[in-house]
């Protein structure tokens, strides 16, 4: 018997099946799927078992045999085995880059199931009995249950012992930093204090007994023993030595409790919901886009869809963005869920993901909410997937392989047989162009739940402000719509989608400005540290006394960032309270939770931020937003940048009025005749999208031709120049016979937009073909760029980036 697998090398020169022989003692251990230790040009390195074969060509004394067998079963399902395999050809990336994706966080933790306790007379079926023996002769791992049982389906029947209380599971910590919790006992019982015989004026003590006898227990943790009786270590430790108490130290272990029970939710759905339910539902469509106003309802719809699944066995991957996943959206699904539900997400550690991804993996979690990375986990018995606010660019990946999730999740819906369900108030061109062409099932919701209105949008033309004299970054008309708000004690949101103080120092002598010494880019000025910082690198400096290059003292910052709002805005309302959120305060764990807490509780006035309050903000008392310039979204050198202009006036003006209270928008900007404002303040997404789409077809972008975007890195300029010059003309020549009849355009190497990043110079080629030939080309691209890895080269390949001008 025989094996390929992929070795854990990311050299392109060897993205390739490896064939290895297994040994008698391996035939049973070994799957497609895990992983194993093999001899790689005489290292021991690790490998992924991609399939079994029975015979080769190769001949048999040139063939090594597996060394060692990492996993006791498959971490990496035959259906996700389709994926990687479609995701390698698809993003023209390694095959070791996609089977990583699906890796488990860590190995140091595996769940242990025990057996507790039958009452007489119980019976079991088959399965049941199995199990039950299997945990008589003491505690077993999952991977132990899965061989002797025969794969995943025990855990249909390991639940069923679980509900009953007669098996119980927990996490087991195999790294070297366990969590280690402290046990006091009881060792000298009695039955009133009295008879303790403390001292009168022993209260802490005293207080330490009393709680033992209060919890009717021998046994209590130090933690929630000084918690409940109020009293203090050192009470504790004169208990220990007069030997009536004693500690001792255990391993901390995490119970996996049974699943709880479906809350059934006190919200009735609308007649709009309610249809978009059962369309959903009855369809026999595996796509669905659910077009939905800001404040429609589309959670609640989820919600009941999640619910459907559940009642047929079937699991559920519901996406968010990742700056959608609060704790307020997270503990909105576990009351409605419970534990059935796991979270992934990049603010969690490795430890707390691994115990998510063992509890989707072991099929303890029937919902897998997360960012984008929890579709790499190992799900099985996929019911729906859904991807709440499809169109946000966090859904695509910025490191190899570039991804994006909508397209490996129609693929994984495709594979498993699954529907997927796309939902927004502004869905990406791309998505609703293609649900239209495809007659995929598009849901429209034209109301806000409760009846709501849609707050009306304002729009003030800056130019006129500042003919007649003012140059605040503030109009008249927003400081007086926010000081009306205010006195009728209603909250504000301000946004403006850049952070930091100032956009650039300058001189105005010479016109110097102070760039990063990494990148080619000038240095955003940060008042919180009084440092200029560089966005791309992250690299400080201190703001210079004078022109570095005339000695000029005329150095100053320019530009706006949200700091300098929120430093405005205070000297303004002086009495009021000002919070703002976005990417440098939030870095802190908890310190976005804190944030919407105080906004909740009624104790921020004004918030300020980025995109980050574009969405997962729901509060009633949110009546005016601000939206103190449109132009940096619309003047952004991407060809999708009135589509986002028109994304994130349309989101965040959706962040007032969502409750009883009629909510109010006012937008400024420079440009109040630019079509993605006139649409956005109209509400008219159909409009919007009707021009747009006309604009990218005249201009062959998406969705009308696929880009294939080369990006190559550096840091030896030369080098790279040399290289780009080389590749083009050799891929012109491939490329020949499709540019003639005009299939593709071949575009010449050209400087990035910002030509270095941290030390890193960048040029790219951009190709745009018909669709239906991509596949073509992709072919010739891995024969000319990634049948090898270049060295201090590095390249990657984009599928049509949102990012390019």
């Known amino acids: 018997m025989y094996c390929e697998v992929i070795v854990e090398k990311t050299s392109r020169n060897i993205d390739n099946k490896f064939i290895y022989k297994i040994k008698e003692s391996h035939i049973k251990k070994v799957e497609p799927g895990i992983r194993v230790k093999v001899d790689f040009n005489g290292k021991l390195t690790e490998a992924f078992v991609f399939c079994l074969i029975k015979e080769t060509n190769i001949l048999e004394d040139k063939i090594k045999y597996i060394k060692e067998v990492k996993d006791r079963y498959p971490i990496i399902s035959e259906k996700t085995l389709e994926v990687i395999n479609w995701m390698r050809e698809y993003y023209v990336c390694r095959y070791i880059d996609a089977v990583k ?152 272990r995490k119970i996996i409790e049974k699943k709880d029970r479906i809350n059934e939710s006190s919200i009735n759905l609308n007649k709009e919901q309610l249809s978009a339910l059962k369309r959903i539902l009855d369809s026999d ?68 993901k691994t115990e998510e991804w063992m509890k989707i993996n072991n099929d303890f979690a029937d919902v897998i ?95 006129k402000e500042l003919e007649e004299g003012n140059r605040s970054i503030f109009s008249r008309k927003l400081i007086q719509d926010i000081k009306e708000t205010l006195n009728k004690e209603e909250q504000v949101i301000l946004f403006l989608n850049k952070r930091g103080y100032a956009s650039f120092v300058s001189c105005r002598n010479c016109g110097y400005v102070v760039r990063c010494d990494s990148c080619d880019v000038s240095m955003t000025y940060h008042s919180s540290v009084k440092k200029l910082i560089c966005h791309y690198c992250g690299k400080t400096k201190s703001v210079p006394k004078s022109c570095p290059e005339c000695g000029s003292k ?43 807490k105080n906004l909740s509780n009624g104790k921020t006035d004004i918030l300020i931020g980025t995109q980050m309050l574009a969405k997962g903000i729901h509060f009633p008392n949110v009546t005016l937003v601000g939206i103190i310039s449109a132009d940096t979204t619309i003047n952004l050198p991407f060809y999708t940048a009135s589509e986002k202009s028109f994304q994130l006036i349309t989101q965040v003006s959706g962040r007032a009025g969502r409750g009883s209270k009629t909510g109010k928008v006012v937008l400024q900007t420079y440009e109040p005749d630019h079509y993605s404002v006139n649409h956005a303040v109209n509400y008219n997404y159909k409009k919007f999208v009707k021009q747009e789409l006309m ?57 990035k937009g910002i030509y270095k990043i941290n030390k890193e110079y960048q040029i790219d080629t951009i190709i745009k073909t018909k669709k239906g030939i991509d596949q073509e080309v992709k072919k010739i691209l891995r024969r000319t760029y990634f049948n090898k890895s270049y060295k201090s080269i590095n ?6 980036p949102n990012t390019i001008s």
């Not at 019982?189 to 207080?207: K, W």
């Not at 699944?309 to 307020?328: A, C, D, Q, R």
């Not at 949200?562 to 764990?589: G, H, N």
């Not at 390249?795 to 049509?800: D, F, S, V």
């Open 101 to 252: 994706l699906f890796y488990p966080p860590s190995s140091n933790y595996k769940i242990q199931y025990f057996f507790k306790s039958i009452k007489d007379g119980e019976e079991f079926d088959f399965h049941e009995n199995q199990i039950l023996e299997l945990l008589k002769d003491g505690d077993k791992s999952f991977d132990f249950l899965y061989k002797n049982l025969g794969g995943f389906e025990f855990t249909y029947y390991l639940y069923n012992l679980l509900d009953k209380n007669i098996v119980e599971g927990y996490i087991l910590d195999q790294s070297k930093n366990k969590n280690i919790k402290k046990i006091v006992k009881l060792e000298l019982v009695e039955e009133n204090i009295e008879d303790y015989n403390l001292r009168s004026n022993a209260f802490r003590q005293s207080d330490i007994i009393k709680q033992f006898l209060i919890e009717n227990n021998i046994e209590i943790e130090v933690k929630a023993l000084l918690k409940k009786s109020k009293s203090t270590l050192n009470a504790l430790k004169s208990l220990i030595d007069k030997n009536i108490l004693s500690i001792r130290e255990v391993e901390d």
């Open 285 to 352: 469509e595996r796509k669905h886009l659910i077009h939905g106003i800001t404040g429609s309802g589309k959670t609640e719809i989820y919600m009941n869809i999640i619910k459907e699944y559940i009642n047929v066995n079937k699991k559920i991957i519901m996406l968010f963005p990742e700056i959608s996943l609060t704790n307020h959206m997270i503990n909105r699904f576990k009351r409605r869920f419970g534990n059935r539900i796991a979270v992934i997400h990049s603010r969690m550690n490795t430890k707390e």
């Open 369 to 463: 909410i997360g960012a984008r990375s929890a579709l790499f986990t190992p799900v099985k018995n996929i019911g729906a997937i859904i991807i709440d606010e499809e169109h946000e660019d966090s859904y695509n990946s910025s490191i190899t392989p570039k991804y994006k999730t909508l397209d490996i999740a129609e693929k994984i819906a495709e594979i498993n047989n699954c529907k997927i369900i796309l939902g927004s108030a502004t869905p990406s061109v791309t998505s609703y162009y293609d649900t239209l062409k495809k007659n995929n099932n598009l849901i429209e919701i034209k109301n806000r739940v409760n009846d709501s209105k849609i707050p009306k949008i304002e729009v003030v033309d800056m130019k």
């Open 554 to 596: 005329y150095i100053k910052s320019f530009g706006i960032g949200t700091q300098k709002i929120e430093d405005m805005a205070k000297k303004i309302f002086k009495d009021k309270i000002i919070d703002r959120m976005d990417f440098d305060t939030v870095t802190k764990r908890g310190a976005q939770e804190k944030i919407y």
């Open 695 to 751: 604009l990218r077809k005249e201009f062959k972008y998406p969705p009308f031709v696929r880009i294939l975007y080369i990006n190559t890195k550096s840091k030896e300029e030369k080098k790279l120049i040399n290289f780009n010059e080389k590749k083009y003309k050799e891929l012109r020549k491939k490329l020949y016979d499709f540019i003639e009849k005009g299939y593709i355009k071949l575009y010449k190497p050209v400087p």
């Open 795 to 800: 390249i990657t390949l984009e599928i049509n």
